[in-house]
């Protein structure tokens, strides 16, 4: 169904979480933060764009990112998860809808994300092609509990809100 004046506004909810590993860049939003591990996937493993692309499909009704880039296409393999991100946000134009506003949380113990959080905002906007003041991202850490609290992963959760354009 393509957006309407009867169905204004949908939201959406994305999870992804990748393991830390040497030898490869940590890529956080669209963002290489300096560290000594990245995060272990098929693309960039950019959990925080994963996790955004995941929201606006799922606000959607449409399959994750995986049906769409499949860790099985050798093709893909190192992708620029922004390109990911791009996809959901055409996926979402073509079906009559626009992005409204995004809130993200990146879960980490290390390293310390804060300093970078403007850097991801300023990529994650561009990549939508929405205003820096319509995404949210914040930090925080896992407080030592789970994978995640020993430092062996990274994990992110975003929400988004899509609005018709019939409405905007």
Not at 2 to 17: A, K, S, T, V
Not at 29 to 52: K, Q, R
Request: net charge negative.
């Amino acid at each position: 169904m393509y957006g309407d004046e009867n169905e204004p506004m949908r939201i959406g909810y994305g999870y992804d979480i990748h393991r830390l590993v040497e030898g490869r860049p940590l890529v956080l939003g669209g963002v290489v933060i300096p560290c000594e591990f990245g995060l272990d996937g098929h693309s960039d493993a950019d959990c925080l764009t994963h996790a955004l692309a995941d929201a606006i499909f799922g606000a959607l009704s449409l399959p994750d990112i995986g049906h769409w880039f499949p860790n099985t296409d050798p093709s893909i393999r190192g992708i620029d998860s922004r390109k990911i991100l791009e996809k959901a946000v055409q996926e979402a134009v073509t079906r009559g809808w626009t992005v409204g506003n995004v809130d993200c949380v990146v879960v980490a113990e290390h390293p310390r994300i804060g300093p970078h959080l403007d850097a991801m905002r300023a990529s994650l906007s561009a990549t939508m092609g929405i205003r820096p003041d319509q995404v949210g991202v914040k930090a925080t850490t896992n407080e030592r509990v789970g994978d995640i609290g020993r430092g062996l992963a990274i994990a992110a959760h975003a929400i988004c809100l899509l609005k018709s354009v019939c409405d905007v």
